[in-house]
């Protein structure tokens, strides 16, 4: 339950700080908030340098303080650096698309899970395909996998997730394939593994998250 009223409360506890930022701090940048953690967007460096005085100024008042550890600034115009921000990794980055068209330099902000994001979903994956479960009916671990897979998929299909997208899909099956493998054991034949790949797995259930991104303006 607490995982369910952290936010809520955090919400309601921090509209202060929106209500703060709105008539005391609006001018040095734009300040976007999810519960606890949020981002101030500046125009330049002297701006950011204030909107972060700012703002450690109005927490104090609520009897907060910002995260050390948590707290950073990033200089997105380059496209050197970037940030992550609610699960994602945000950064600037040249459309190779319009580039190789028009040579024309136009850039956007790439949003696309973050390692910690990715290295969640491979988490989740592992504890479901652990090698006990290699004798289990396959249809069954997949029927498993899939809400979890399309669960994480559907939070960044806006994004610029592909890369990452087949990324996981490659790890699922190499997992459903090592299981296979454990439960085959010595009575694994030559070419067998080469058999057991996506198509097999999906002729079995399967999900996969490549194809399914969907901007803002078609999702």
């Given at each position: 339950?607490?995982?369910?009223?952290?936010?809520?409360?955090?919400?309601?506890?921090?509209?202060?700080?929106?209500?703060?930022?709105?008539?005391?701090?609006?001018?040095?940048?734009?300040?976007?908030?999810?519960?606890?953690?949020?981002?101030?967007?500046?125009?330049?460096?002297?701006?950011?340098?204030?909107?972060?005085?700012?703002?450690?100024?109005?927490?104090?008042?609520?009897?907060?303080?910002?995260?050390?550890?948590?707290?950073?600034?990033?200089?997105?115009?380059?496209?050197?650096?970037?940030?992550?921000?609610?699960?994602?990794?945000?950064?600037?980055?040249?459309?190779?698309?319009?580039?190789?068209?028009?040579?024309?330099?136009?850039?956007?902000?790439?949003?696309?899970?973050?390692?910690?994001?990715?290295?969640?979903?491979?988490?989740?994956?592992?504890?479901?395909?652990?090698?006990?479960?290699?004798?289990?009916?396959?249809?069954?671990?997949?029927?498993?996998?899939?809400?979890?897979?399309?669960?994480?998929?559907?939070?960044?299909?806006?994004?610029?997730?592909?890369?990452?997208?087949?990324?996981?899909?490659?790890?699922?099956?190499?997992?459903?394939?090592?299981?296979?493998?454990?439960r085959k054991g010595r009575h694994l034949r030559a070419g067998q593994v080469v058999r057991w790949n996506?198509?097999?797995?999906?002729?079995?259930?399967?999900?996969?998250?490549?194809?399914?991104?969907?901007?803002?303006?078609?999702?």
């Amino acid at each position: 339950m607490r995982g369910v009223i952290s936010p809520l409360l955090s919400n309601i506890f921090l509209h202060a700080l929106d209500k703060a930022w709105t008539r005391d701090g609006a001018q040095y940048g734009t300040l976007v908030r999810y519960a606890d953690d949020f981002v101030i967007m500046c125009d330049t460096k002297a701006a950011c340098e204030r909107a972060e005085a700012r703002v450690r100024q109005l927490l104090t008042r609520l009897g907060l303080e910002l995260h050390p550890e948590k707290t950073r600034k990033v200089d997105l115009s380059r496209g050197e650096q970037g940030f992550d921000f609610l699960g994602c990794h945000l950064r600037k980055k040249m459309s190779g698309p319009i580039w190789a068209r028009s040579r024309k330099r136009v850039y956007f902000l790439q949003r696309e899970p973050s390692k910690r994001s990715m290295m969640r979903i491979r988490s989740r994956v592992r504890e479901l395909t652990p090698r006990a479960r290699c004798h289990e009916d396959l249809r069954a671990v997949i029927g498993t996998l899939n809400p979890v897979v399309r669960g994480w998929g559907e939070y960044f299909r806006t994004g610029n997730a592909a890369e990452k997208f087949v990324s996981v899909d490659g790890f699922v099956v190499r997992r459903l394939r090592s299981m296979l493998v454990k439960r085959k054991g010595r009575h694994l034949r030559a070419g067998q593994v080469v058999r057991w790949n996506r198509d097999y797995f999906e002729a079995l259930g399967l999900g996969r998250l490549r194809g399914t991104i969907r901007y803002p303006e078609a999702a």
